[in-house]
């Protein structure tokens, strides 16, 4: 039997995505969405779950203007069009780790897979926090290379493979 594997769909919102976006948000939206989706595919196809996560920041007037994106119930907030939605497993979360959606948590126990694959937005933020957090508990996760991007300096990004190395973490 092969291992049983879900694919966790980071951040790949709007705001972060779209034409309106702000210009921090540099990410190329073409190919990060096209690798996406042709993982979306190529999981949905073996049989994994796909589940999408949503970051949201409370709307409030104070995260309106520190952030003004992903602002819970804002047009931004929400999955990027573009993205290919084959599952209802989507989860919303509050901090960078996704697991601290009890939901989310509760879901990847009860399924039990054998590893979670971790793509989207940003690759030093969100995901390698979701990384970090399934290490924490005990789940095993992995970074799908071809699905992640980030728009933070060099530095950041060693720091960050610096923790995932540590955490024993593997880019795939």
């Known amino acids: ?44 196809s073996e049989g994994a779950d796909v589940i999408y996560i949503r970051h949201l920041i409370q709307n409030l007037p104070t995260n309106r203007l520190l952030f003004g994106y992903s ?22 979360k509050l901090f960078g780790d996704a697991f601290t959606n009890k939901d989310l948590l509760q879901l990847v126990r009860e399924k039990a897979y054998d590893e979670v694959h971790l793509c989207g937005l940003d690759e030093c933020g969100c995901v390698t926090s979701t990384a970090l957090g399934a290490a924490k508990r005990g789940i095993t996760a992995k970074i799908v290379r071809s699905g992640t991007a980030t728009v933070f300096p060099e530095k950041k990004v060693s720091a960050a493979h610096k923790k995932l190395n540590e955490a024993k973490i593997e880019f795939i």
């Not at 819970?72 to 989507?90: K, N, P, Q, R």
């Open 71 to 92: 602002i819970a119930g804002t047009e931004g907030a929400e999955l990027y069009g573009g993205v290919d939605i084959v599952s209802d497993h989507c989860f919303d």
């Open 1 to 44: 039997m092969s291992d049983k594997k879900a694919l966790i769909v980071i951040d790949m919102q709007n705001d972060y995505l779209w034409e309106k976006r702000k210009p921090t948000f540099s990410y190329d939206t073409k190919r990060l969405t096209a690798d996406v989706n042709a993982l979306i595919h190529k999981y949905d």
